[in-house]
């Protein structure tokens, strides 16, 4: 963290001189701004999906009487083959990394977590001066989408979702 933190105040440093703090929002910083709630809504969803996911068994049999090994997975329900042995598994779905949401979150505490991070990040935004304001934004568009990306290829897709 404190290496994010360094690199963003050193990048920072070198978009806004200490004698030109301009405030003035311009259309690129909402252009940015609507880039980072499309994220995050596209997130959400992507995390409703995760939230969404239940534990699921997963049963092998061992075929013992044919003298060589054939499994054969079977999905959500326990069985017996005479002359078999069964394995069953229970496979954890994905789960949210997000120790604000929680592993499990119901779609209202989701929404109501990138609604407000959507808030919050356009204030800390409409706060700072231009070039702060600019690098600020890039790091958030960017760092939210590489999330993105790494959900995606998980399978989770890219759609949005409040």
């Known amino acids: ?12 440093s070198l978009a806004c ?6 405030f003035a929002w311009r259309d690129q910083d909402t252009a940015r ?3 980072l709630v499309l994220e995050h809504a596209v997130d959400a969803n992507q995390t409703k999906r995760i939230s969404a996911m239940q534990p699921r068994t997963v049963c092998s049999a061992l075929e013992s009487s044919v003298g060589h090994s054939n499994q054969t997975p079977v999905y959500g329900r326990s069985f017996t083959l005479s002359g078999a042995t069964q394995t069953c598994t229970q496979i954890m779905p994905l789960h949210e990394e997000n120790a604000m949401i929680g592993q499990h979150a119901s779609n209202t ?4 977590y990138f609604m407000a991070l959507s808030v919050l990040e356009l204030l800390i935004a409409a706060e700072l001066p231009q070039g702060y304001r600019d690098v600020f934004q890039y790091v958030r568009i960017v760092d939210t989408g590489v999330t993105l990306n790494n959900n995606r290829r998980l399978g989770l897709g890219f759609s949005v979702g409040f």
């Open 1 to 12: 963290m404190k290496t994010v933190l360094f690199v963003f105040l050193f990048l920072s």
């Open 17 to 22: 001189s200490a004698d030109e703090f301009n």
């Open 33 to 35: 701004a609507l880039v």
């Open 109 to 112: 505490k989701i929404n109501a």
